[in-house]
Each structure stands twice: as C-alpha cells, then as structure tokens.
C-alpha cells in the first residue's frame, strides 16, 4: 500500500560525501516524523537522525556536525547529507516513516524501506 525506497549508497572513501534519499510512494495524505537509522554487522540498527514534518530534528551524537537529515514534504522524500565520512559510518542505512497516513484516511505505523549500503573505506 505504501512504500520507502532509499537510493544514494555507494563506496566512499574517508573523508568523503555522500547523500541519501528516501521516497514514499502510495496513496500518501501526510507523514509525520521520518529518519535515517543504520546497522552494521554484528550489530544492532541504532537512530542516525529524525525530523519531524515541522523539520524539527535529532541527531546521533556520532554524527552531529557531520550529517544533514531534511525533508521535502511535497514530495513526501527524506534525504541525508553525510559529509567527512569514517569507516565507522560503514552500514546499512534504513529509512523509516514513523506514522504514514494514506487518502483513505488508513494510519499505518512503522514503514521501513530495505536499506541501502554505504561503504566507507580507502
């Protein structure tokens, strides 16, 4: 009914930039908070950033003054700016949509897209 599909991952080495995007595809009234989460292996997907529909944001403290979350409501995308990337950064980035309301005024909570693999190595 609704979906999240990251694009925007690559190998990147130190240093270097990349930028995520997420859309939302569906029959899709509004979204409220979405955000970026990543796991790496071994171990378990933490919080990398949210913004609200307000753009209000939150950061991780590992990548504050590093990462940019913003949002494009019109076009129902999330994107993550990430600059002076580590080799720590390495992971599976995850979009996520905290609640998505739909035009047939359905409320469904949770959505993930699949994830999207950044790879930050010399």
């Known amino acids: 009914q609704v979906h999240l599909v990251e694009s925007g991952g690559g190998l990147v080495q130190p240093g270097g930039s990349l930028r995520l995007s997420c859309a939302a595809s569906?029959?899709?009234?509004?979204?409220?908070?979405m955000g970026w989460y990543r796991q790496a292996p071994g171990n378990e997907r933490e919080l990398v950033a949210t913004?609200?529909?307000?753009?209000?944001?939150n950061y991780a403290d590992s990548v504050k003054g590093r990462f940019t979350i913003s949002r494009d409501n019109a076009k129902n995308t999330v994107y993550l700016q990430m600059t002076s990337l580590k080799p720590e950064d390495t992971a599976v980035y995850y979009c996520?949509?905290?609640?998505?309301?739909?035009?047939?005024?359905?409320?469904?909570?949770?959505?993930w897209g699949q994830g999207t693999l950044v790879t930050v190595s010399s």
């Open positions: 913004i609200t529909r307000t753009t209000v944001t």
């Open positions: 569906g029959k899709i009234r509004t979204i409220n908070t």
């Open positions: 996520n949509a905290a609640i998505i309301y739909t035009t047939s005024l359905d409320r469904i909570p949770g959505v």
